[in-house]
């Protein structure tokens, strides 16, 4: 998110000396404080500090409304600034993993814009870092990346509407049948794959006791190639589309049309892959 608290400040600042009266006085500092406390990572909307910027900033437009114009247009603009910045919010962001958490840890780094070896195996050497390909960090909060041994996943599959996206991520491939947690697997000191999988069928099957059936949101499957087919078989985002038909009528579903990692992501910028993006259903 942009500095609200600069730019508030910069739209204000012609008009400082104009500010005469308790009202005017009142709606400048409320609008800094609540702006200026916006700087940084985002957080969620304070619904009380939000409606008392909204009060104060009725109480000065109002009160100089015939008197001086240009406080209500600043006034104003901020007025507008604060429904931007409401909207943008309420547009959720959640990012499921259909795995145990255990075997999730390179794309929770990923998600926090850590640096994080994409493979622990020494004949596959490869490091991500801030600002090479692969890296992402996504903005969300601890609350909003769920697992599918997480104890509120349900709860938190029943709080997205239709202003919210699910992102399901998962390494993938053209045409595949599933999603997974290594691209290749692993092995542990005692030998069994450390690789957890999942099919369509079985992702559907994860979120049906906390998604809504009449979720209108988006789903992105953000996974390599997640949108592309193998010769005859369907891509994994189309197999899902197909399994959500039976009963997520409302939902949009994307898949990815290219290796993720190939795509030049911008720190911050959640799925800035949207030109390679397909809307599946």
């Known amino acids: 998110m942009k500095n609200l608290g600069r730019d508030w400040k910069n739209t204000l600042d012609p008009v400082r000396g104009e500010l005469k009266t308790q009202e005017a006085t009142r709606a400048a500092e409320t609008l800094t404080r609540y702006f200026d406390s916006l700087t940084g990572a985002e957080r969620s909307l304070n619904m009380a500090e939000f409606n008392a910027a909204l009060a104060a900033i009725d109480g000065a437009m109002v009160r100089h409304r015939s008197d001086n114009a240009r406080l209500v247009d600043v006034f104003y603009t901020g007025l507008v600034m604060l429904r931007t910045y409401e909207q943008k919010m309420k547009r959720r962001r959640v990012v499921f993993l259909p795995f145990e958490e255990s075997h999730a840890g390179n794309f929770v780094a990923a998600i926090k814009g850590q640096f994080f070896k994409s493979h622990?195996?020494?004949?596959?050497?490869?490091?991500?870092?801030?600002?090479?390909?692969?890296?992402?960090?996504?903005r969300v909060s601890d609350d909003d990346i769920l697992f599918k041994d997480s104890n509120n996943l349900n709860a938190k599959l029943a709080e997205l509407d239709k202003n919210s996206t699910l992102y399901i991520v998962g390494h993938c491939a053209p045409g595949s049948e599933c999603l997974s947690s290594e691209p290749t697997g692993r092995l542990d000191d005692d030998g069994p794959w450390l690789r957890d999988r999942v099919t369509a069928s079985g992702l559907k099957k994860l979120l049906k006791h906390g998604l809504n059936s009449g979720f209108a949101g988006k789903i992105k499957i953000f996974g390599c190639n997640s949108a592309l087919k193998e010769a005859d078989d369907e891509s994994f985002a189309e197999r899902f589309a197909a399994k959500m038909d039976t009963t997520y009528f409302s939902c949009t579903i994307y898949g990815y049309n290219r290796e993720v990692k190939k795509v030049k992501l911008r720190q911050n910028a959640m799925g800035s892959a949207k030109p390679f993006r397909e809307q599946v259903r």
């Open 120 to 138: 622990e195996s020494e004949l596959i050497p490869f490091e991500v870092r801030p600002g090479e390909y692969g890296y992402v960090r996504w």
